[in-house]
């Protein structure tokens, strides 16, 4: 299985500059892998999940990604997460964020 937690997009329009900083918050956070951050290894995905059964390895992406957006982005929830299948192995997930 092949997940790409690298390959996400963020789908509205900012309405303004607080909208743009979440953004650029969650982009970050997303894209970064744990224990890569100076200062702060936690930040970041851990991504142990990625070699590991289909319906594992989402479930592990599921919880990390809600785990961390609580942690270092407490004003945003993650509501859920949507799957799309891009074929041979391959899963793009869509996280979904809500106001805390």
Known sequence: ???SPYDFQLQFTFASDKLAELDRK???L???R????PLDREFGINMDF???PPEVAKSLYVAEITKKT???IPEVRVQSVEWTHGG???FFPKVVITSA
């Not at 744990?34 to 951050?37: A, K, P, S, V």
């Open 1 to 3: 299985m092949n997940i």
């Open 26 to 28: 969650l982009a970050l």
């Open 30 to 32: 997303y894209s970064t």
């Open 34 to 37: 744990e224990g890569t951050m």
């Open 50 to 52: 990625v070699d590991m």
């Open 70 to 72: 609580a942690q270092f």
């Open 88 to 90: 041979e192995g391959q």
